[in-house]
């Protein structure tokens, strides 16, 4: 098994603490951190993804946000920086499983901004600015090996 995440949702897994849209929206993304803490792979896909599902879900499957044009565009500026943090060639088919050290990897390089043209024109900037300065306190991804 292994979770379908989009190119940008690769950084947001990073600063998530509970935070979201909906109820609904947070209890889906809780249930895939929890996956995602016991080491469960990753598959990059195009679009909306398993994060997204409570989203699409309420549209009637055709979420205005979710397939915005900016938003894929989001996909991959996220997937190209994350590719150069980990060197790595990270895009849409690919498998990637997290471990400890890609972890602390990719929030160094979040912390230090080499992934944020991934956050274009996100409402949640500031916020996830915020997280990374007070070092991810309370955030929900710890890798089951941490
Ligand atoms: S700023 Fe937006 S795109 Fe970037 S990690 Fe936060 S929620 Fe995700």
């Known amino acids: 098994m292994s979770i379908e995440l989009r190119g940008h949702h690769l950084l947001c897994m990073l600063t998530y603490k509970g935070l979201g849209y909906s109820d609904a929206f947070c209890r889906n ?4 951190i929890a996956r995602l803490n016991q080491g469960e792979a990753i598959a990059l896909i195009r679009g909306p993804d ?3 599902q409570p989203l699409v879900r309420d549209e009637d499957g055709d979420c205005a946000h979710c397939h915005h044009r900016r ?4 996909d991959a500026l996220a997937m190209q920086a994350v ?3 980990l060197g790595i060639e990270v895009t849409v088919g690919q498998t990637l499983r997290l471990t400890p050290s890609s972890l602390t990897t990719l929030r160094q ?3 230090q901004g080499q992934l944020r043209s991934g956050c274009f024109d996100c409402e949640w900037h500031s916020l996830c600015t ?9 955030t929900r991804l710890h ?3 941490e």
């Open 29 to 32: 993304y809780d249930a895939i």
């Open 50 to 52: 398993q994060i997204c």
């Open 71 to 74: 938003i894929h565009r989001r």
């Open 83 to 85: 590719s150069e943090a």
């Open 109 to 111: 390089a979040f912390t």
């Open 130 to 138: 915020d997280i990374a300065a007070r070092g991810y306190a309370d």
């Open 143 to 145: 890798h089951s090996n």
